[in-house]
């Protein structure tokens, strides 16, 4: 009997410990310093968005957020880094595109859901993409198929 009451007082000790400890906890207070995101989006939206604009851009967390003070992790509040700033223009760009030109929806925290552009539609898995204009073809370029340029020159109707 002397065990029993050892085992439930031990028991009893260890939940009163336990829930004093998880009560007295702050509340986590979920993601800082959102500027351009609905305020109320949620870990695991925001986790999700994030994912989304790392492959579009073919990068990791770190090219737009800076590490910890300590070196430990990466500070995902800070404004240190200007790529950070940079995302936020894109993306108010990217939105002003989609509401301008396309039908736009959202869910219910006021994120598009279907869009006619979004981060990868320019960037294609590169964080700078490059900025190249066409190749002039027809007249006064080289021709449609490849190749020599008839003889006679650009445009000059070819020998038959």
Known sequence: MLINK???ATVALTAIVAFVGLTSM????????????PKNITEMQIHGVMREWSMSLGV?????????????????????????????????????INAKYFEAKK?????MMHTGINCYTCHRGNSHPEVTLPEMKG????????GTPPPGGPGAPPKQ
Not at 26 to 37: S, T, Y
Not at 107 to 111: F, Q, R
């Open 60 to 96: 990791r967390c770190g090219f737009c957020h800076a590490a910890n003070a300590d070196g430990k992790g990466l500070d995902f509040a800070a404004d240190t880094k200007p790529e950070k700033e940079m995302a936020r223009h894109m993306f108010k760009m990217m939105n002003k």
């Open 139 to 146: 007249p006064g370029g080289p021709p449609p198929g490849g």
């Open 26 to 37: 702050a509340p986590d207070e979920g993601p800082k310093n959102i500027k351009v995101l």
């Open 6 to 8: 050892k085992a439930v």
């Open 107 to 111: 869910d219910s925290t006021g994120m």
